[in-house]
């Protein structure tokens, strides 16, 4: 079973399904293992690692940016999603299930009081013109909603599938879009470490990493600093991949942005590798990903080249790194992000 006990209410009922139903799989899903295989489900995930390891496993599974477009009209008879924490993509899937649920299907959400699951069930029960019932187990909720012979007016999902320019740095179109963190915003500690480029002392790189790029912000700033270096970039989200790409062409960026969970395919070592790690699966705080990405870093870099790491304050880098870098060079601490130069 999965960690996540909200996630676990849906898995034991995703087993007894017989007809045709929809789950909705994104990055609480860790470790299902234990869930035989059920024909009767189909899967969508916007995480590379969770759709990768649901289709070894045999589920009928496919990764893309929560695209249903492929999918028929009222196709389904339950959808089942476990609360994600951005609400331009919850109402996205409400604004879905809506279309792909057979008059009378249910709609089924897992999740927290504190992450807002009454709110979404009530709004859900709107959009779909049906009746929604709430149970609580332990500190968990499943919400079903049901679905009326004709739905209401759709949520705001921010347009949800539309690439835009949202953002501008140092001249620079930025293209982004819901689906991913930060998504409409400049990351501070991302910022501060584009800020250092022109003061680190480094070598000029032919090779960079962008490790879990996102939309590509550090790929952008990097390619004005080092205009003539190939970079890659990689992320498991789905929308991140999408919005990098597209800010690779539009920036004629020299390299390539692979989906990958922490660069996993990725075997050729780089000059310079650039990250500022996640520190949240889902709703929670995850310690050990900083570690995962730091032991990639290792394993990527080129001799003689070095990892620039940007992480909020209460991050334990410097213990961290040590098990990888025989150096761990503090560049800049301003009392909210920490930037380090890890090279050996």
């Known amino acids: 079973m999965s960690q996540d006990n909200a996630l676990n209410l849906l898995l034991d009922m995703l087993g007894s399904e017989h007809e045709p139903c929809l789950w909705i ?28 390891a649901l289709s070894s496993q045999g589920w009928n599974c496919h990764f893309s940016d929560l695209d249903f477009s492929h999918l028929d ?18 109402n996205h899937v409400i604004n879905q299930a809506a279309r792909l649920l057979k008059p009378g299907g249910r709609l089924i959400i897992s999740g927290e009081k ?7 069930a009530k709004k859900a029960g709107q959009c779909l013109a049906g009746k929604a019932e709430i149970k609580k187990h332990g500190k968990h909720y499943l919400a079903t909603i049901s679905r009326g012979q004709q739905t209401s007016e759709l949520l705001d999902d921010k347009d949800y599938s539309r690439l835009r ?21 400049l990351d501070k500690g991302s910022v501060l470490l584009a800020q250092q480029f022109g003061e680190i002392q480094i070598n000029a790189p032919s090779t960079i990493l962008d490790l879990g790029c996102g939309y590509g912000f550090l790929s952008l700033a990097a390619h004005q600093q080092w205009p003539d270096a190939q970079i890659t970039a990689t992320d498991n989200n789905a929308a991140g991949l999408i919005s990098c790409q597209q800010n690779f062409s539009q920036q004629a960026i020299t390299g390539e942005v692979i989906a990958a969970n922490c660069a996993a395919c990725v075997t050729k070592k780089h000059d310079l590798i650039l990250c500022n790690p996640p520190f949240h699966q889902g709703f929670s705080v995850e310690s050990d990903l900083t570690e995962h990405f730091i032991s990639t870093a290792k ?23 040590k098990k990888h870098f025989e150096q761990q060079q503090l560049l800049v601490n301003d009392g909210h992000f920490k930037i380090f130069k890890l090279y050996n």
């Open 165 to 185: 320019s949202t953002l501008q740095y140092q001249g620079m179109d930025i293209t982004s879009k819901p689906g991913q963190f930060g998504w409409d915003k």
């Open 299 to 321: 394993r990527l870099c080129q001799p003689g080249g070095c990892a620039l790491f940007v992480v909020n304050c209460f991050i334990p880098l410097e213990r961290l790194a």
């Open 25 to 52: 799989a994104d990055e609480h899903v860790t470790s299902i293992q234990h869930i035989p295989v059920n024909p009767a489900v189909e899967v969508i995930s916007n995480r590379f690692d969770v759709a990768d």
């Open 73 to 90: 009209d009222q196709s389904f008879t339950t959808v089942y999603f476990r609360l994600a924490k951005e609400k331009p993509l919850v």
């Open 114 to 120: 504190q992450q807002g699951i009454k709110t979404y």
